[in-house]
């Protein structure tokens, strides 16, 4: 609710507001959020929204606030453009130089939207995947649209500390049979000092999604078993802070 009303705000006029007029700067944003909402619903499973109404409120949400504060920028420069008889390119340049206070308000708005918008999709969307596979190099696991191939498991001894490594070559299944291997390596460290274990996950970056790799040791069955997180849209969090 915070987000959206500080997305209409710059909209009201100080003492009056033609209605007509904000509703048709509203229009936009608003559209843009009715398509976000759609395509959130179409391509990313219509039960887990229904079952989640403010995980997907708040994505929309987002995506209205964002579209509007870019308007917000498109109209300053369209007026500023008209004013002083420049394209738009440097009208927005302009406004950029000139009017930081405002620009910088607009700017931490769309920042904000951004954030949000990362946040509420990575926790509506997250999948906890628990997993285990043989010891022998060449055992896989799949995890969603990854698979894991399991390279090499080794222990060694460092500086009073014993670490476990589980090295593995994974792939995105859904970039098709020449889809780019990367290497991942998660870790167990026992600290003989502190009597210690510590877990070092392994992160995969893509663009929209980043999955990490848990190893938990070795299971009853002498298995390793592996915890993979499944992260999307958390790259936005970083790009809207």
């Not at 507001?17 to 990313?44: D, E, H, I, Y």
């Not at 390279?151 to 009073?160: A, H, M, S």
Request: aromatic content about 12%.
């Amino acid at each position: 609710m915070y987000l959206l009303l500080i997305s209409i705000c710059p909209f009201l006029g100080w003492t009056k507001t033609n209605g007509g007029s904000f509703l048709k700067q509203m229009a936009v944003p608003f559209g843009a959020a009715v398509v976000a909402g759609v395509a959130f619903f179409l391509g990313w499973g219509g039960e887990r929204w229904i079952s989640r109404p403010m995980g997907f409120a708040t994505m929309v949400v987002a995506v209205f606030a964002a579209t509007a504060v870019l308007e917000l920028f498109y109209l300053g420069a369209r007026t500023k453009s008209k004013n002083l008889d420049i394209g738009l390119g440097s009208a927005l340049f302009s406004i950029f130089r000139f009017n930081r206070s405002q620009t910088g308000g607009y700017v931490s708005h769309l920042g904000m939207a951004i954030m949000i918008f990362g946040v509420a999709g990575s926790m509506l969307y997250v999948h906890d995947i628990p997993a285990t596979l043989g010891s022998t190099p060449g055992e896989t696991v799949r995890a969603g649209s990854y698979e894991l191939k399991l390279k090499e498991y080794r222990q060694t001894t460092r500086l009073g500390q014993q670490v476990t490594n589980a090295i593995f070559e994974m792939r995105n299944l859904d970039k098709g049979a020449n889809a780019p291997v990367r290497e991942i390596a998660p870790k167990m460290v026992f600290h003989e000092v502190q009597q210690q274990q510590t877990l070092e996950a392994a992160i995969h970056y893509e663009a929209f999604r980043d999955v990490f790799v848990v190893f938990n040791g070795i299971d009853d069955k002498g298995q390793i078993a592996l915890n993979i997180k499944i992260n999307p849209l958390i790259s936005f969090v970083w790009i809207g802070s």
